[in-house]
């Protein structure tokens, strides 16, 4: 990969991400106190049939952002699914694939392959760009393992997860210099698609979570467009650094 130069974060650390290159993270502002509170948004209450005015406990081990993830996959906010690939001999899979979470794998990329064979074969059931590979034969946040059963099992069992797409508008006109507090992670490898939302800490980002339940910007998520634009990663990072207002195209897997 002609892009697997070196990155190093503030702290001097070396990032790595799958195979090849480096993913340098870029801090919107060191000294922000990172934005823990998670309210269960609004629309989720009122699906359960609970009070909205009553913000219910997460059950024990479960911290609120965890919680509402499963809330939001039980009430139906997002689609997961699982398939069972048969692979061609001699013939791969044809995905290309963003990792730079290091827990679960974005396919940003379908190439003529089982996949394709798959599609044509199951269109209810189509595997699509932005799809997130949660588990693959059983095996789940063990990055290289689940590349390796990918490359070589003649039969993968994928649980995927479809995104679900919004955009958020945020603005800092009255403060210009103010950070946005966001702490994002990018991969500078040919393929590599948006920027991973690391942390959300106090600024515009959170108060517009405040404001706008629904549309919560969060950890996990991943910014694909800004202002319209879907460029390189670079790109995106170099306009929301030097913005005052954003429209921000996400896609969220939670």
């Known amino acids: 990969c002609k892009y697997a130069d070196a990155f190093r974060d503030q ?109 044509a074969d199951h269109p209810d059931e189509r595997i699509e760009v932005k799809d997130c590979i949660l588990a693959v034969d059983n095996i789940r946040g063990n990055i290289p393992k689940m590349i390796e059963s990918l490359k070589y099992d003649a039969s993968v069992e994928l649980v995927l997860r479809r995104p679900r797409e919004f955009v958020a508008r945020i603005s800092r006109k009255d403060r210009p210099t103010a950070s946005w507090g966001l702490t994002l992670r990018f991969s500078s490898c040919v393929g590599a698609i948006g920027l991973l939302i690391v942390r959300v800490a106090n600024g515009p980002v959170a108060e517009w979570n405040a404001r706008n339940p629904r549309q919560m910007v969060l950890q996990d998520q991943r910014i694909y467009a800004v202002n319209g634009l879907s460029g390189r990663p670079e790109e995106l990072q170099l306009i929301i650094q030097r913005g005052v207002e954003l429209e921000l195209t996400l896609a969220s897997w939670m």
Not at 20 to 39: I, K
Not at 51 to 75: H, I, R
Request: proline residues 8%; charged residues 25%.
């Open 11 to 119: 702290r001097g650390e070396l990032i790595t991400a799958w195979p090849c290159c480096r993913a340098p993270v870029h801090e919107d502002r060191a000294d922000d106190d990172t934005v823990n509170v998670f309210r269960i948004p609004q629309h989720l209450l009122e699906q359960m049939s609970m009070d909205p005015s009553d913000q219910p406990v997460p059950p024990p081990g479960w911290n609120g952002q965890n919680w509402a993830v499963k809330l939001q996959q039980e009430v139906g906010d997002i689609r997961e699914f699982t398939v069972v690939i048969d692979r061609v001999e001699r013939q791969s899979l044809g995905l290309d694939l963003d990792i730079i979470d290091r827990k679960v794998a974005v396919i940003s990329g379908i190439r003529p392959g089982s996949i394709t064979r798959w599609n």
